[in-house]
């Protein structure tokens, strides 16, 4: 059974910083590209950051590049988001996902946690 957990999400202030973590089991993680999707209420899901098999290569959605890392450890089968210079439209629900394909459209990902509140204050 696969699954895939988040955490490390809460409640910050705007400029604070927060790391997410996704911890997965039932997959074979080094075969799939791993992202990070966000919604927020009223708003179509989007990806925010996306990763290689075996972390070569990165996408970033335009409103986080330059603020959001995205790396993974195929060693722990694990994928984690680094959040710097949050601001309130970041606020969101965040998913962690494994893709077939690249991982650059929402159709690409298949398997999918949760989710993880975070919620950023002005």
């Known amino acids: 059974q696969v699954q895939l957990m988040e955490s490390g999400g809460g409640l910050v202030q705007a400029g604070d910083s927060l790391r997410l973590s996704c911890a997965t089991s039932g997959l074979a993680f080094s075969n799939y590209p791993m992202g990070w999707l966000r919604q927020a209420p009223g708003k179509e899901r989007e990806i925010v950051a996306q990763?290689?098999?075996?972390?070569?290569?990165?996408f970033y959605g335009d409103s986080v590049r330059g603020r959001f890392t995205i790396s993974r450890d195929n060693a722990k089968n694990s994928v984690y988001l680094q959040m710097n210079s949050l601001k309130p439209e970041d606020t969101a629900v965040y998913y962690c996902a494994a893709a077939y394909g690249t991982g650059t459209l929402l159709n690409d990902y298949k398997y999918w946690g949760q989710g993880t509140q975070v919620t950023v204050s002005s």
């Open positions: 990763i290689s098999r075996w972390g070569g290569s990165t």
